[in-house]
């Protein structure tokens, strides 16, 4: 707002609009505006296609190289890796065998989780631990470090689990104690 002289020397307010925005509302709206774009990428870069992916992985990851021979993937920082069948999200991962199918995928994270879900089961699988392996054509997850598996009724626990998902069959522990809790369905 502008100071107008008035009589007598008092100044007085204009009482109209101007054209020029208060620098604390232009500042307030670019804010906003820069806050509604973060989100809006964020958001964008959390999207994963709901589509099913036949004979595709999806990767997403702050860093990411590729073999020259192409048989080896590796991916760091914020990782997703998604499949038909299964999604893993941890902190790194090394990816043997070409990405369309690989042979096997180790992770390490804070933790690295797996979800799986194969036409059979009528649950899917998640599994949670500081490193694990997935060897998709085994149909094989090997997790190690607080390891723990969810599938249907069940939960194991244990330092090691080895869960083979084509026979829905486990084997934990090599050192320390094994929970394993069931409930019906």
Known sequence: ???????????????????????????????????????????????????????????RAHTATQSLAGDRFDAAGNLLLRSDDWTIRSDTAVIEGPLSDPTEIEVSGTPARIIYQDDGASRPLEGQSSRLWFRPRAEEVVLEGDASVVRGGRLVSSESIRYLLNRDVFSAGRSGRVRVVTTPD
């Not at 107008?4 to 109209?16: C, F, K, P």
């Not at 208060?22 to 964020?42: E, K, M, S, Y």
């Open 1 to 59: 707002m502008k100071q107008l002289g008035g009589r007598g020397g008092q100044a007085r307010r204009q009482s109209g609009y101007d054209g020029e925005h208060p620098r604390w509302l232009q500042a307030g709206v670019t804010a906003l505006l820069a806050g509604v774009a973060a989100t809006a990428i964020a958001r964008a870069a959390e999207d994963v296609p709901l589509t099913p992916l036949e004979d595709v992985v999806f990767v």
